[in-house]
């Protein structure tokens, strides 16, 4: 490598002194600069559930939305209440959001992007969630760079994320969470009409998420998670008995399952990218 560089020396030196071209731009113009920003993928946490009423119209509401704005979000449904695909896991996600003194929670509840949070049926006065809502909470450039691949073995989902801070990134909380999927699933049907699910949570990869250390902008960084499913499909979770992973599982079609990545400040609630294996 440079033995080829010495050699083109020379011609690159001639060249210059030789040339009279006002129009003549120096190499450095040339070099693209580094990007500073990335185009925001609004991140919807959406708390649901088959025998929550209220749910249907919320779930018609958010795909009105979402359908307008392809390519531009991504999303994860947690059935709670009395849903029989609830979890521990999805439970604890709701109270996340939560102040610590809340015992019990509400659905439907949307967190977009982890600090927008509303009621997508409520809100405007009861006009409910809209496309200038989506434009407003995802206009801030994002400042992460995010994408993700998995693949799935037998009962294994894999994902290989690769992050990279475009601008610094100083705060001592930021966590990358992998969130596995099911994009349809129609066994936890309920009483509020709703015939089939999607986007629904299975999984954390890891829970708590994986701490994000030592950010250098622009430097590139991957990490390769697994969760293994054990056992067989289970039709007896409910609000009584909660899906134990150790034992079992509620995925319907492991070929239907996909994942979702997001970095988000613990702290802030602050989500500051999100990507996942779903392409429209």
């Keep these: 490598m440079k033995f080829a560089l010495f050699l ?3 011609i690159c ?5 030789q040339s009279d071209d006002p129009d003549d731009t ?3 113009d040339l070099i693209e600069p580094l990007p500073t920003t990335a185009e925001r993928r609004l991140l919807h946490e959406v708390f649901t559930g088959s025998n929550c009423g209220p749910c249907y119209d919320s779930s018609e509401r958010l795909t009105e939305v979402l359908d307008a704005r392809p390519e531009l979000y991504t999303v994860i449904k947690y059935q709670i209440g009395s849903d029989p ?4 896991e999805a439970v604890r996600r709701r109270m996340f959001y939560l102040p610590e003194e809340a015992e019990t929670y509400a659905i439907p509840y949307v967190h977009a992007d982890g600090v927008f949070d509303f009621h997508p049926n409520l809100m405007n006065d009861g006009a409910g969630y809209t496309t200038d809502d989506f434009d407003i909470y995802r206009a801030p450039d994002a400042v992460v760079e995010l994408k993700v691949t998995q693949e799935i073995a037998d ?3 894999t994902a290989r994320v690769e992050m990279m801070a475009l601008q610094e990134l100083t ?5 990358l969470h992998l969130a596995v999927i099911e994009k349809v699933t129609t066994q936890n049907v309920g009483s509020n009409g709703q015939e089939e699910f999607h986007y629904v ?3 954390w990869i890891q829970d708590g998420g994986t701490p994000w250390t030592d950010v250098v902008v622009h430097e590139s960084r991957t990490e390769t998670l697994s969760y293994t499913f054990v056992g067989e499909y289970s039709s007896e979770t409910g609000i009584a008995n909660p899906v134990n992973h150790s034992v079992e599982h509620t995925v319907e079609e492991f070929e239907d399952l996909a994942v979702v990545a997001f970095v ?3 702290n802030t609630l602050e989500v500051f990218q999100s990507a996942w294996t779903i392409t429209h």
């Design 26 to 28: 120096d190499t450095d």
């Design 85 to 88: 695909y609830i979890s521990r």
């Design 13 to 17: 030196i001639f060249a210059c002194v």
């Design 264 to 266: 988000q400040d613990d």
């Design 155 to 157: 009962q294994t989902v």
């Design 8 to 10: 083109s020396l020379p």
């Design 201 to 203: 949570f299975k999984k």
């Design 171 to 175: 705060s001592p909380d930021l966590l």
